[in-house]
């Protein structure tokens, strides 16, 4: 897996990016793919407690993840 970052000259966020996005392809690697054209977009999503983690896939090679967590404040 080749990752890039948006984030230029920050090599510390690009490899913690890159290792959550191995993470999340690992840890819902058999999990079901949703979407209704699956060679152009899919996701798969684990939920657990208060967390969930997001893993998209677009064209079949680019990735994305999101983490998301309940927040405790209301802001």
Do not use: W
């Amino acid at each position: 897996m080749t990752g890039f970052s948006i984030i230029k000259d920050n090599q510390d966020i690009n490899d913690r990016a890159f290792t959550g996005l191995q993470f999340a392809d690992e840890k819902l690697g058999d999990f079901e793919r949703h979407g209704k054209n699956p060679e152009v977009f899919n996701f798969r999503i684990i939920s657990e407690n208060d967390a969930a983690i997001i893993l998209m896939e677009f064209y079949g090679s680019s990735k994305a993840i999101v983490r998301l967590r309940r927040c405790q404040q209301v802001l």
